[in-house]
């Protein structure tokens, strides 16, 4: 038995433990199946990151643990200091602020790093920081908050053109010109997923605010602009799609990483080497990007499976939470987060199997990584929060009637006389 | 807004749909492509990590594995008396590459096989790991021993050279012997770095350690081939074994000013000896005319039936095929295409020469045709394949590869000749007490110019077979340099001769 089974698997517990006492305490109607699923994810990644360190003679699983517990202490944060989610949207200019500032963090000289060919970090001392993961959340709250007040605006007034109603520009301008601004940032630090995963929760978001299905349609060709622009324009766009097309052509230069990550699928088979047994270490960045390579190695397409059912559990609990709720700010909020989370787990996962070419994304709660792991730990406590409020029964005006007189505050009643 | 919102549940629900396909599709359809991907080093890495299956001659390991405690749980371990002596035939195993029994019989070794899947289930239930299989090979410890030590102690340190020993009635090899070798220890070590220093070296010596001679080294089988064209000759019908043949002291074939002689042996002057007489003293100009009287046709269809211009060896990959050729390619300038061959050409490949080519291979199968009644068997070298637990799994059924390579009559005359050139001819250094021993010495020129003239040594061969009347043993030996012999001495009967003696000695004193 490792050692260090006790330690963390404790520790583990005693973190999940304490963030289900403080759910039922501060939010007892909230959604009951999202903590166990996102604990099982955190728990799984955990397993399989201190695997790698077996196999990589690193640390990492220690360092994620730490991650975890700011995490679920932030996410405790959160849900008591957030009684009501309607209370984020006083914040919606000032989080689109914030988000582009985060965004432009890593562009200062000094401050930012580059890794891998992207500039997306920051360097604190030991410790770095991805701030796009914290700003896609930001920038959730400013979309929803700013279609919330003008949908009506978005929706009716406008210009017909073709078949599609385009809105005025006065009331897009803001909400488009935010996009272009971190889109352009992202464009500039060659970060591929998180421009993908923008535009995607931008055109979700306003389709479903304005509930007009042309936006999607015009976002689909602005889309497919996009992608020909950027495949003709930088060639590290061509590159991973030339990897993509044929990761054999050099197998042991460029397409080295997803040629073995697909070994490692295909090795684990139907149920997976076991764990201990693959060797997910011949993957380069395994324990991050590449996390579910190692699954589908040592527990095998079962595991795979499990893992993307969770997911699909995630993002389904998010609308269920988006489609009951009683406000439309929350609606879109918890539309959103499940939008960034259903598409980040397709555009990384997408790419590790090869289904679409590979960008640099962090799988949620898996990946190693702490602005990924705290970030989601957040967008679970939001998601929380407005299924607490949308399950919570309306106060029933009738039973206070109803309510034992003698109970009530001893009160004069002046008799009115009938005569 | 629940319209949209529902609408984008459906949206996720096939994304997470294609993400759930396409996993299904690389781990579940496509996962035998990539597992059996020969640039897949994790599949032979994985290998290393698994108890594999032994290589055995006899009850004796060749190839074992030893559990080892750095990076992977096993070692590769070829036994040090044998290590270099069976190394052309197991092969060695190499991170990400095998070569001979290693790699053919691979699946066996690593308990993949579909023979294995019993063993392996039965091992699964047992929450043991699964071990590879064993092979059984065909190879006689002692000849072979006979074989690598008679070349190493023949040609000196310098030399190159093969040896194979056929059972002429199965098909089983013996011995293979190619010399120089290697020790495959070096190249299994865990030491990579170690063990791609060592590939190098001997990647890059010119004396071409790694290389297999008995399989993959062709040369002109020179009089060796003889025994083709007598055959030829005898199953045309014109001659008999008692009959004369054509001889003299040279011979000019028709259309061609270039004379053969006979290297200054006397016997085959006179214008028709005895065939036995022009077999015992190989005489040039006797088989040289037998050619030409034969055809180019019937002699490379005599050839042909020997197993020329085929691979039949199936248990080593990499055999070359050995040549006869069925025609000559006409220059680009002069036309191009085929033509046939011409009577001087024919001439010339009746004493094997011009383009005809044979392996030490394909001269032991002709050997062991003879001996076998003109019956060719499919030459083999897996006897048997076991579990780990030593329990059967599958014997090697001798398989005929051509039952009228010759008729049974031919061979008989055949035989006798070859009986006659040991016990008084070329062949006698193969000559063994109370055993009737046939055997055929070959020396090929290379190149226009012989010893005498300065020229470079020749290839000797030794081909032969006994007892006689019903034999348990074909040998080829082959001697492609022997730089510490002078050149005058390179010849089949004073080289060859002693190898081959050994190796028949080896294989009938059981």
Redesign the interface.
Known sequence: MPTNLIGYGGWLTILVVAAHVVVRIVAPYADPVLLPVVAALNGLGLAVIHRIDLAKDTGLASQQLTWMTLGVALFVGTLIALPDHRLLARFTYTSGLAAIVLLILPMLPGLGTQINGARIWISLGPFSFQPGEIAKMLLVITFAGYLVVHRDALALAGRRVVFVDLPRGRDLGPVLMMWVVSLGILVLQRDLGSSLLFFGLFL?ML???T?R?GWLIVGGLLFFGGATAAFRIFGHVQSRVDIWLDP?AD?DGSGYQL??A?????????VGRGLGEG?PQ?VPYVESDFILAAI?EEL??TA??AV?LL??LV??RA?RA??ISRD?FG??VA?GL??VF??Q??VV??GV???IPLTGLTTPFLSYGGSSLVANWVIIAILLRISDQARRPLPDLAAEAETDPDEQATQVVKVVSER | ?????????IF??F??L???A???Y???W??????T?P?????A??SYSRERGQILVGDQPVATSKPSDDRYKYLRVYPEAGARMFAPVTGYLQLGSQTGIERSQNAVLTGEDPQLFVTRLVDLLKGETAQGGNVVLTLDADAQKAAFEGLRDTLGPKGEGSVVAIQPKTGRVLAMASYPSYDPNELATHDSAKASETYQALDGDDREPLLNRAIRTRLFPGSTFKLVTAAAAIESGKYHVGDDVPAGATYQPPGTTHRIGNDGRGQCSPAKIGFATAMEFSCNTTFAQLAVEVGPEKMREQAEAFGFNNSSLLDLQGQVQSVYPTGVDVPESEGGGTRELSLAETAQTGIGQNTVQATPLQMAMVTAAIANQGTLMRPYLVEQVQTAGFDVLRTTEPEVLNDHAVSARTAGELTDLLVATVESGTASPARIDDVKVAGKTGTAQRGDSLCSAGGKPPYAWFVSFAPADNAEVAVAVMIEEAPDRACGEIAGGQLGGPIAKAVMEAVLNK
């Open positions: 979700v389709y479903v605010a509930e299905p054999f197998p040629v073995q697909l070994y490692g699928f295909a090795w684990g088979g139907l060797m011949r589908g095998g397409l795979v499976m993307l997911y699909g993002v389904e609308l988006a489609l439309g609606k879109l539309t499940a939008a259903a598409l787990v397709f996962i997408g199997t090869r289904l | 807004m629940n319209k949209p919102i529902r609408a984008v549940s996720c629900m994304l997470f294609a993400l759930m396409n996993v299904t690389v781990q579940f496509k996962s035998d492509d990539y597992n991907d640039r897949n080093a994790r599949v890495e994985a």
